[in-house]
């Protein structure tokens, strides 16, 4: 109930193609949906993030598209470029977990490798 | 100053060893977290802070101590630790009631 499935494991993308990442879970009480891009040796960081409210939302080069009657989300990158090789992240969370702040569920993580 | 600062970026210890790692942040976030992140896998949630105050410990062993002396400062006190705790230890931070955490770069530690 708590897991937040993320395929595929690895992508590799030509320069200038599109990067499809796609997310999966099963709690129904998630209500926030981030990515977080992370390079080698650093820590994650926000990449751009939505609410189940809405269906889509876009900033620059990178979407989030979310599906919530089949409980999905996924991240495009169009335009792909080198410096986007990266492990993404998706994950989701519950407000007022465990009676406090929202806490991160994450996938297991795409490595994305954009050849030039 | 919008950024988590985590000290030391690497620190080797041995098993008998007493460590902390240290977590500042000056964007006057409530909310500080601990995570644990291995090799090839994503973070996983060790403790949350609201207020200076423990809200949230993810059946962390008690060789791990976290501390909260004040808003901006966040310790993870080591102590006995075991090879398998190896892993890079991220802090992150946020404000109350916004969903938004901003992680530092991490301490990458090696127990021996």
């Known amino acids: 109930q708590q897991q937040v499935k993320q395929s595929p494991q690895s992508l590799i993308v030509q320069k200038g193609g599109i990067s499809i990442i796609n997310c999966a879970y099963e709690n129904t009480a998630f209500d926030y949906f981030p990515w977080y891009q992370q390079f080698p040796g650093k820590g994650p960081a926000l990449l751009i993030a939505?609410?189940?409210?809405?269906s889509e939302k876009k900033e620059g080069r990178f979407t989030i598209s979310f599906n919530k009657s089949a409980k999905q989300f996924s991240l495009h990158i169009m335009d792909s470029q080198p410096g986007d090789s990266a492990t993404y992240f998706c994950a989701a969370s519950i407000m007022n977990y465990g009676g406090s702040q929202g806490n991160l569920i994450f996938g297991k993580g795409t490595k994305l490798s954009v050849k030039p | 100053d919008t950024e988590v600062t985590q000290t030391p970026k690497h620190l080797v210890m041995g098993m008998t060893n007493k460590k902390s790692l240290k977590c500042e942040q000056h964007?006057?976030?409530?909310?500080m977290y601990w995570y644990k992140q291995k090799a090839k896998k994503p973070p996983e949630l060790m403790f949350v802070?609201?207020?200076?105050?423990?809200?949230i410990n993810e059946s962390v062993p008690s060789r791990f101590s976290p501390e909260c002396p004040n808003s901006s400062l966040l310790n993870l006190h080591l102590h006995a630790l075991q090879p398998e705790d190896s892993a890079l230890y991220l802090c992150?931070?946020?404000?109350?009631?916004?969903?938004?955490?901003?992680f530092g770069p991490g301490t990458r530690l090696t127990v021996l």
């Open positions: 802070y609201s207020y200076e105050k423990l809200s």
């Open positions: 992150a931070s946020s404000q109350m009631g916004v969903r938004e955490q901003f």
């Open positions: 939505i609410r189940p409210d809405v």
């Open positions: 964007m006057g976030h409530r909310a």
